[in-house]
């Protein structure tokens, strides 16, 4: 009679082997798929015959650790228009049928300094209608790189923008990127010539945005990280210097936000010199303002002062009992 260790062993064998056919099959035939670099090499003859086209680096990639991603690196003439670049972007919605459904498609347009970046994880032929809005507001806005995202449906992530070094007042680049994408929901990325990160989920309103310019510029001194969403501000990060006013002019802070907002929203600082710069996240804390939702990051240990603040602003803004 085999044993009940026995048995247990011989399932195991069993459970290992069938676990490590499914595996095979699934990284020969469920993972890879066929081999289109043919393909993908011939589309990028297309790109390179069309007008104003200097140079095409075609890069394919199907495998297991790499994902299937097929990206075109194109370089236009210095003389070449927004009308020639779309044409590119439509020639390569043309010619990616149905077998690059499961494929990451990356075009990069180099323009006369600019670089205009489109990825579409959704074959959705997407690229002739964003390349001459990205194109348009690369020039409003005088920046060298702009890059759109699509996400598939069934992913978590959001629709993104990025705007690289924006070398204008981010108020003009909420203003520009509105233009051209108002309506649409997605993820705004940019980063103001102080280095302060922005986080913008748009829409964002003209109003909504008229209530935050309305109390910013007083804020500029100490922002670190600004994130938007719902059309108000969804999280702030400070750093200011240490001081005996440092609870009154956190308040301050808090109070300029506040009066712009209807939904919680969190309030997070630190002491530093440079907002922009290197600080120790043990001498500050955070506030979900209007609210009680605070998760484990926002229990990190603190220094004595800190923790003396961060319960005194709770005492007053979060709604915790």
Same mark, same amino acid.
């Not at 370089?75 to 390569?92: C, F, G, Y």
């Not at 070398?167 to 509105?178: C, I, K, N, S």
């Not at 005194?312 to 709604?319: E, I, N, V």
């Given at each position: ?49 069309s ?15 790499s994902g ?26 043309r010619e990616?049928?149905? %077998? ?10 180099l ?11 959704t074959?959705?032929?997407? $690229?002739?209608?964003?390349?001459p809005?990205?194109?348009? $507001? ?12 699509e ?6 992530f ?6 690289s070094d924006a ?12 233009v051209?994408f ?7 990325r940019t ?6 990160d922005w ?27 600004l994130?938007i ?7 702030f ?33 630190? %002491? ?6 290197p600080?120790d ?14 998760d484990e ?9 800190a923790?003396?603040?961060?319960d ?8 915790c009992?």
């Open positions: 009679m085999m044993s009940r260790q026995t048995r247990f062993g011989a399932r195991a064998r069993v459970g290992a082997v069938m676990i490590a056919a499914v595996a095979l099959t699934l990284g020969i035939s469920g993972c890879t798929g066929p081999d289109l670099s043919g393909r993908a090499d011939d589309i990028g003859g297309v790109l390179s015959a007008p104003g086209v200097e140079d095409v680096e075609t890069s394919y990639q199907n495998g297991f650790d299937r991603s097929i990206t075109y690196r194109v370089t236009m003439d210095a003389a070449a228009s927004t009308a020639e670049a779309t044409e590119v972007a439509a020639a390569l919605d990616t049928g149905d %077998e690059f459904d499961r494929y990451t498609q990356d075009l990069s347009l323009m006369a300094g600019r670089i205009i970046e489109v990825s579409d994880t074959n959705g032929d997407i $690229m002739a209608a964003k390349v809005r990205l194109a348009e $507001m690369s020039t409003a806005l005088s920046v060298d790189e702009v890059s759109w995202s996400q598939a449906d069934d992913v978590d959001d629709d993104s923008l990025e705007i070398g204008t007042d981010p108020f003009r680049t909420l203003d520009a990127v509105r051209q108002g309506s649409e929901e997605f993820q705004l980063r103001e010539t102080s280095g302060v986080y913008v989920a748009f829409p964002f309103s003209e109003q909504g945005q008229g209530r935050l310019e309305s109390v910013f510029d007083p804020l500029r001194t100490s922002m670190n990280r994130n969403d719902g059309d108000q501000v969804s999280s990060v400070a750093v200011v210097p240490a001081g005996p006013d440092e609870v009154t002019r956190l308040r301050g802070i808090i109070d300029r936000i506040e009066s712009t907002t209807t939904n919680p929203w969190n309030f997070s600082w630190a %002491e530093g010199a440079d907002p922009t710069g600080f996240s043990s001498t500050g804390g955070i506030v979900n303002v209007g609210g009680c939702e605070y990051d926002s229990e990190r240990r603190l220094t004595r002062s923790q003396t603040i961060q005194q602003l709770r005492d007053t803004y979060d709604t009992l």
